[in-house]
C-alpha cells in the first residue's frame, strides 16, 4: 500500500478535481459550496437524472455528467456520501424539473440519497454473497455505470420518466459484478500508522470481492491472473452457488465492462480482459459490447472489477440496451467555474425557548471522533463546529444552527437520520414555545416524542415518555455497544477490531445529547474509556 501523493489535503483535493471537471468540460458547471457537478442551462428539456456519492471514485460521478448522461452529480468526501442538504441543492436547484427526476443511487452504507422521487438502485456486487450482506444488502460497484449510460441515453431521447424509471430499474436488476485488488488504498491525510494492519496484503495475494471503499471481500487467494478470473467467473455465474447466484445470466445478448479501479497499468488491464474473453467462452458467452477502462475507481487502488448485463427486452417500444449504450455522449472539453446564486433561506425567528449554552456544550465528547475513526469515517468532527458556534440561548435559534451544520457536513447515514429527526425537532419545540419561557425537561420530552415519531418512518425504535428515563436507557445501549459487530451503516464494511474497542459513536452522541437535555451530571459511571 503506497501512501505517497501529490495532493495530501483531502478537502483541497476532491475541490480541485471538481474545477477540473469544469476545465475540461465546457458543458456543465460546479456549484463549488455543494460540490454539485450539473449541467449548464440552455439544452431542450428532458427528464433529469441524478447520482452521486463519495469521492475517490473518478470518474464516477462528476465526469459521467453531460449530455447522453447525468444531469447533475453531488460529491461527498472520499469515500463518504454527500450530506442531505447537498442532495436536496441538486433536486431542487441544479437541474430541469419539467419532465420529472430519476436520482440513481448505489446501494452502500453511507449513501444519503433517501430522497422522496423515482429512484434507480444499483446493487450489483456479487463479492458480498446473502449471508454476509445481511440487513445492507449488494453493494452497488461499477456496473451501476450502465446505468447510467442507458437511462442518460433515453432520457436525451425525449422519453418519460415513468420509461426511463422503467428501463433503469431493469438495466439495475440484471447486472452483476464482482472486483479483486493486489492491496488496500491509502486515503490522503490518514496517518499512515492508522493503517488498520489486516488490510495489507501479502506479496502475490489477491483480496476476491473487494469493495471500492477499501472494504474486504469473500477472502484472500494467492492465485494467478486465469485462476482469479476463474474465480471471478464462477461467482459471477454459478447458479450452484446458492450465496451468490443474484441473476441467470441467460440472455443471447451480453454486454462486458472491465473497470480499472484506479491502479491498474492500460496494457495489464488489456490482457485482464482478454483473460475474461477467453473465459466467457467456457461458459458459451460471447459479449455483443465489451467495455473496458477507467469507470468507477478506488482511489488508486491495484485491482479491477468484472460486470456483466444481461441484455433484455425494455417492452417500450423504443430503443433497445445495446442501441442505448451506443448513443452518443458528450463528457469532454473545457470551462471555468460557474458559481451561482441560491436563493437563501429565511432566518428562523426566536421563539422565547430559553436554555443553558453552557451546560449543552459541557454534554459534547470529542471522545465521538475517536470512537467514529475507530469504527466508521471519522465524519464526527462536526462537534467542532458545534462548539465554536455562538449560541444564542434560544433552543429553536441554536438547534436550527445545529440542524444547518448537520446537513452540510455530516455525512453517511448518521448524517441523513440526524438530519431527519433533528429537524422534526425543531419543529415540536417551535409548536411550544408560546408562553412557555423556559425549554423544560417536560418540554424537551414532548418534543422528543414528536420527532421520534417522525424518525419511526425510517428506521425501528422503541418510544418512551420518561426523558430521564430514555437518556440512562441510551447510556447504558450504548456502553452495551462495544463489541458488537455492526449489521447497518458504513461499519459492516470497514473490518478490523476496532468495534471491539469502543462503544458505537452514534450511538454514544445520542445518549450524550439526552443525558444533557435531562440535565443529568457526567459522573464515574459514564466515564470515557
Request: with cysteine; net charge negative; proline share 3%.
Amino acid at each position: 500500500m503506497s501512501a505517497k501523493h501529490f495532493i495530501n489535503d483531502p478537502t483541497f483535493l476532491v475541490n480541485s478535481a471538481l474545477h477540473a471537471l469544469t476545465i475540461t468540460n465546457p458543458s456543465v458547471a460546479l456549484d463549488p459550496e455543494n460540490k454539485i457537478v450539473y449541467r449548464r442551462p440552455g439544452h431542450k428539456p428532458q427528464v433529469s437524472i441524478i447520482s452521486g456519492g463519495g469521492s475517490g471514485h473518478e470518474p464516477s460521478f462528476g465526469g459521467f455528467v453531460g449530455d447522453g448522461l447525468l444531469s447533475a452529480a453531488v460529491a461527498g468526501s472520499i469515500f463518504a456520501s454527500p450530506s442531505a442538504e447537498q442532495i436536496r441543492r441538486a433536486i431542487m436547484a441544479r437541474v430541469d424539473t419539467e419532465q420529472g427526476i430519476l436520482v440513481t443511487v448505489m446501494n452502500y452504507t453511507g449513501k444519503g440519497f433517501g430522497l422522496e422521487g423515482r429512484n434507480a438502485c444499483g446493487c450489483d456486487d456479487v463479492g458480498v454473497g446473502r449471508a454476509q450482506a445481511g440487513k445492507v444488502g449488494r453493494r452497488g460497484i461499477a456496473g451501476t455505470v450502465l446505468v447510467h449510460k442507458i437511462t442518460g441515453a433515453l432520457a436525451a431521447s425525449g422519453a418519460s420518466l415513468e420509461d426511463v424509471f422503467k428501463v433503469g430499474k431493469l438495466t439495475a436488476n440484471n447486472i452483476v459484478s464482482v472486483g479483486a485488488s493486489l492491496d488496500h488504498v491509502h486515503v490522503p491525510g490518514r496517518k499512515f500508522s492508522d493503517i488498520n494492519p489486516d488490510d495489507k496484503l501479502a506479496h502475490g495475494e489477491v483480496e476476491i470481492g473487494m469493495g471500492i471503499h477499501n472494504e474486504k471481500g469473500s477472502g484472500r487467494e494467492k492465485v494467478d491472473l486465469p485462476g482469479l478470473v476463474k474465480k471471478l467467473l464462477g461467482q459471477l455465474l454459478d447458479q450452484e452457488d446458492k450465496d451468490r447466484a443474484f441473476l441467470k445470466v441467460n440472455s443471447n445478448e451480453v454486454v462486458l465492462l472491465i473497470n480499472n479501479l484506479g491502479g491498474v497499468s492500460v496494457i495489464e488491464l488489456g490482457g485482464i480482459t482478454a483473460e475474461v474473453v477467453k473465459q466467457l467462452e467456457n461458459y458459451n458467452i460471447k459479449p455483443v459490447r465489451i467495455l473496458a477502462g477507467t469507470y468507477m475507481t478506488s482511489l488508486d487502488g491495484k485491482g479491477f472489477s468484472i460486470s456483466l448485463l444481461n441484455v433484455v427486452n425494455t417492452d417500450i417500444g423504443g430503443p433497445s440496451m445495446v442501441e442505448l449504450l451506443d448513443a452518443s455522449c458528450e463528457a469532454v472539453g473545457s470551462t471555468d467555474v460557474r458559481e451561482d446564486t441560491l436563493v437563501s433561506t429565511a432566518e428562523p425567528e426566536a421563539s422565547g425557548l430559553k436554555y443553558n449554552t453552557a451546560t449543552f456544550k459541557s454534554a459534547l465528547s470529542a471522545g465521538l471522533k475517536r470512537f467514529d475513526e475507530a469504527v466508521g469515517d471519522g465524519d464526527c468532527a462536526v462537534l467542532g463546529l458545534v462548539m465554536n458556534s455562538q449560541l444564542s440561548g434560544d433552543t429553536v435559534l441554536d438547534l436550527s444552527k445545529i440542524v444547518h451544520i448537520v446537513e452540510t457536513t455530516m455525512d453517511g447515514t448518521s448524517g441523513a437520520l440526524y438530519a431527519i429527526f433533528l429537524n422534526s425537532l425543531v419543529h415540536a419545540l417551535r409548536n411550544q414555545a408560546s408562553g412557555v419561557g423556559e425549554a423544560t425537561p417536560k418540554v424537551w420530552s414532548i418534543a422528543l416524542k414528536q420527532a421520534s415519531e417522525a424518525l419511526s418512518k425510517y428506521t425501528q425504535h422503541n418510544q418512551t415518555g420518561d426523558l430521564k428515563k430514555a437518556a440512562e436507557s441510551a447510556r447504558n445501549g450504548a456502553v452495551g455497544t462495544k463489541g458488537m459487530k455492526a449489521s447497518l451503516g458504513r461499519s459492516v464494511y470497514v473490518g478490523g477490531s476496532g468495534y471491539e474497542e469502543v462503544p458505537d459513536p452514534g450511538a454514544w452522541g445520542l445518549s450524550e445529547f439526552l443525558l444533557g437535555l435531562a440535565l443529568i451530571s457526567e459522573d464515574t459511571d459514564y466515564e470515557i474509556v
